[in-house]
């Protein structure tokens, strides 16, 4: 009997205690046990964020967030700066379009990160810029970017400057110091390393940003950020949430908080230099010059398809690894790190990818691969 094994990064494998949860008979949204239940959560998601800034928590998506982030903060009156390093980078500007919000981007190739003397340089040229949206983590390229350093510039030398992160697959397995580094907005989703199925979106506000928001008059009606301020802070919604999601999100934040986020967020580092280490063993090129712990993105070795590696893991043992998004569709794999994984999952990954290897007719040790994240996993136990 074969097992399905998912190795993208989003949707990630399901944590067993949210299962658990979401199978329980429902609760009605407009109770006291969900109002007690909600403010909980809202207080265990700042810890996990560092922030002690109100958090929200959406039914959507993590691009609903997104939207929200610019259709509540900003307006046609507004100029904005985005980072664009991948895919998601050019959905800020995209979202910006959308809501007719000017916005200049700062271009990087695949693979690379901003730094935080490119943004200042960018800022000084454009002194109208009011709001800057970035990646934690770029996931089409697998690149992070120094957020400490990027975050206590734009504090330091721009003041009235919002922060706006997208740390969709950074939080919970990337450092993330929300108020200790400045962050005004900073946004993630469930099917990420909070090991749920899609659904819901968290994001924390600073009061800059609060105050922002209070001052925008540009049109929202469900992503109402003021709204759903009001509402949250007395635990509702201000529309229907997924209860279920909810109940199981409370799980997974107790869970997370009992076994540590310093400890979370060390082993998918952990996972993620095992992941190089054994891939740079079997011949492939790493993507990104500034490596993410929530995936690894890699080009296979010379001869060797993308599309034609993924399609044979899945069919040959069930495995589902991501591919490339944009210009780099076709051209590269993702393997995640984040949510429901841990070291041996690395180890399960790579054997499947050597004799995947071997049966397209590459010659490859077998064991290399394996061999190389062991000794990682060693030298860093």
């Known amino acids: 009997m074969r097992k399905t094994r998912i190795f993208t990064p989003g949707p990630t494998p399901l944590l067993p205690e949210a299962q658990l949860a979401m199978a329980r008979p429902i609760i009605h949204h407009r109770t006291q046990e969900f109002k007690e239940l909600f403010l909980e959560t809202r207080r265990n998601l700042q810890q996990i964020f560092r922030t002690e800034n109100e958090m929200l928590v ?38 910006c379009q959308a809501f007719q919000v000017p916005c200049i981007t700062l271009l990087k190739e695949n693979g690379d990160a901003a730094t935080a003397d490119e943004i200042e340089e960018a800022l000084r040229r454009h002194p109208e810029v009011r709001g800057v949206f970035i990646q934690a983590c770029e996931t089409s390229t697998a690149t992070a970017h120094d957020l400490e350093s990027i975050g206590q510039m734009i504090r330091r030398e721009f003041p009235n400057v919002l922060l706006i992160v997208d740390g969709i697959t950074a939080v919970g397995c990337q450092t993330v110091e929300t108020d200790l580094w400045g962050l005004d907005v900073v946004i993630s989703g469930s099917q990420k390393s909070f090991a749920l199925p899609p659904g819901l979106a968290f994001m924390s506000l600073s009061q800059r940003a609060i105050d922002k928001m209070g001052a925008n008059a540009s049109p929202k009606y469900y992503f109402n950020l003021m709204k759903e ?15 279920s999601m909810v109940v199981a999100l409370n799980e997974v934040c ?33 993507l990104s010059s500034f490596p993410a712990n929530a995936v690894t993105a890699a080009l296979p070795p010379e001869g060797i398809s993308a599309a034609e590696l993924t399609k044979k893991l899945e069919e040959r043992f069930g495995v589902k690894v991501a591919g490339g998004q944009g210009e780099m569709k076709g051209k590269i794999i993702r393997i995640a790190h984040l949510g429901y994984f841990d070291t041996l999952d690395v180890f399960s990954i790579l054997s499947a990818i050597e004799l995947c290897l071997i049966e397209m007719g590459r010659k490859t040790e077998p064991g290399a691969g394996v061999r190389a994240a062991m000794l990682e996993a060693r030298t860093n136990a």
């Open 58 to 95: 959406l039914t959507s998506s993590g691009t609903g967030a997104m939207e929200a982030a610019v259709c509540n903060l900003f307006s046609s009156e507004d100029q904005t700066l985005a980072v664009v390093a991948g895919k998601f980078g050019e959905r800020w500007v995209e979202l």
């Open 254 to 286: 107790k869970e997370f908080l009992c076994y540590g986020v310093d400890r979370i967020i060390s082993e998918a580092a952990t996972m993620a230099r095992c992941t190089r280490q054994g891939l740079l063993a079997l011949d492939f090129q790493l």
């Open 229 to 243: 301020l009001k509402n949250q802070q007395k635990g509702q919604t201000a529309y229907t949430p997924n209860v």
